[in-house]
């Protein structure tokens, strides 16, 4: 395959055009931002996108539609922004003129005290406004669960969300009045080549479609695949890792494609969080809480399903998910894919059965059984934006005489990768659903198990928990409704 190569990226940075030849693979949005460009307005906080300082609006297009999105500039690589809209904080409002909308309810609603975090909290309801213009309270929390603040606690941070639309009209907002126009700046930026920059440590490239994908990977297979960078991104920001070559994805639209027939769901391996939630919940409504909680909404609208799976974490909060549900890995090497259970996936720590060049292309879940109970618990040291201490998942078929005729338990954080409890598993198949029988496939999930003790969790804790997990599911199958956890509570 002959393909077309240019060697520099191009985007729009607020209003201007910028076209970047000399970057490097590991550079941030936020260093670009405020080194650069003398953009002072985006914070650095954190630098692994859990604050919400650097928060700016990403627009990008799919099938002619365009959308902004908060992301995480400090762990966004400048390399991904090819054919991109960004907008900062201090493109709101001109020298001298009205302060923006979402800017003047922060200020009416005395919602900002050192002001640190408050560009972060002004982008991410900017983004909220433009999708929702009235959103609930709900809607703002969720909204606002990347972003952080000290000072003011959030009550106030949620008047002016709520009091954004009362001050300003969202048809005269420049993104909204002026997307037309920006749509048809954004088509021409997209050339279908293959972006080649820099060399050595410095080297990344963007492939022109997912065939020049498979054929950079393939003859390049020690290049490092970036997504959404949300782990990546923290690699280079907290270890100083070097990670050139690198291969972005997020600019292939083939790959954030999602298809629907009878049995099931596909969804290309850069389908985003975000982006998955609306299919994915209504069809397994069980899922809504586990994706509210990933991460907060910045890392939802930047990390992928594919990327989660492919990265291997033994705490990855999609896995166990997953395998309860019978997925299964799309894996392309050159021009052969091949299909793999999610299961069969993971072989050890730091191991996948993937192949040298082998690259995760999709992942199917097919549909539930009419009869079968499903459900997906998430335990961590804090609500919201935490990742998984321990992460249970749970299907169950029954036969009419309510025996257990199929079992599948999977957890994550438990074992050096999302693992099966087999032993459980055997304990309840054919047996009555009783108390008696969790009790039994409790008990079991110590021959299945020996956790590790780290800063997250004990490993006595952790059995504790998985075993209460199974039990949290038996009684919630019952109708007991005294064992949910209202969202307000610590879990």
Not at 200 to 214: I, M, N, Q, Y
Not at 295 to 321: E, F, K, L, W, Y
Request: glycine letters at 8%; proline letters at 4%; charged letters at 25%.
């Amino acid at each position: 395959m002959t393909v077309q190569i240019r060697s520099y990226i191009r985007f729009l940075l607020n209003h201007r055009l910028v076209e970047l030849s000399a970057v490097s693979a590991v550079q941030t949005l936020l260093d670009f931002l405020r080194i650069d460009r003398n953009l002072r307005g985006t914070k650095e906080g954190c630098a692994e996108g859990d604050c919400g300082a650097c928060t700016v609006l990403v627009g990008r297009l799919l099938d002619g539609r365009l959308k902004y999105e908060s992301v995480n500039a400090c762990i966004r690589f400048v390399g991904s922004l090819d054919g991109c809209h960004i907008v900062t904080v201090d493109s709101l409002a001109s020298p001298g003129g009205p302060l923006h909308p979402v800017q003047q309810a922060m200020v009416d609603t005395h919602a900002s005290q050192c002001g640190f975090c408050t560009p972060g909290f002004v982008m991410s309801l900017y983004g909220l406004w433009m999708e929702n213009p009235k959103p609930s309270v709900t809607e703002i929390e969720k909204a606002l669960q990347g972003n952080l603040c000290r000072c003011t606690g959030y009550a106030a941070i949620i008047r002016a969300a709520e009091a954004v639309s009362v001050i300003g009209d969202l048809d005269r907002d420049p993104l909204v009045a002026e997307r037309a126009t920006m749509i048809e700046k954004l088509k021409s930026l997209k050339d279908g080549r293959r972006v080649e920059i820099g060399e050595g440590s410095e080297r990344f490239l963007l492939p022109a479609s997912v065939d020049d994908l498979a054929e950079i990977y393939e003859a390049e297979p020690k290049a490092r695949i970036v997504a959404g960078s949300t782990d990546v991104g923290l690699w280079v920001t907290k270890f100083m890792r070097d990670i050139a070559p690198v291969v972005h994805l997020s600019h292939l639209d083939e790959l954030r494609r999602i298809a629907v027939d009878e049995t099931g769901i596909t969804f290309g391996a850069g389908v985003s969080y975000t982006e998955s939630f609306p299919l994915l919940t209504e069809h397994f409504p069980q899922l809504t809480e586990l994706w509210n909680r990933i991460g907060g909404q910045q890392v939802r609208n930047m990390g992928t399903i594919g990327g989660n799976i492919a990265n291997g974490s033994p705490i990855g909060d999609t896995p166990p998910a997953l395998i309860a549900l019978g997925a299964s890995v799309i894996l392309r090497k050159g021009k052969v894919s091949r299909t793999v259970p999610l299961e069969r996936y993971f072989i050890e720590y730091g191991k996948q059965d993937r192949q040298p060049g082998e690259f995760v292309e999709a992942v199917r879940i097919p549909f539930l059984d009419e009869n079968a109970r499903y459900a997906v618990y998430k335990i961590t040291k804090r609500l919201d934006e935490d990742i998984s201490a321990v992460c249970g998942a749970f299907r169950l078929a029954f036969d009419g005489n309510s025996k257990v005729s199929g079992a599948v338990i999977a957890y994550g954080g438990m074992a050096g990768t999302p693992k099966r409890a087999g032993n459980a598993e055997a304990a309840l198949i054919g047996a009555d659903w009783t108390e008696a029988t969790i009790e039994i496939a409790m008990e079991a999930l110590v021959k299945d198990y020996t956790p590790l003790t780290d800063w997250r969790a004990s490993a006595d804790y952790r059995l504790l928990v998985a075993k209460n997990l199974l039990r949290r599911f038996y009684l919630e199958a019952q109708g007991d409704e005294t064992v949910r956890l209202d969202r307000s509570q610590a879990v």
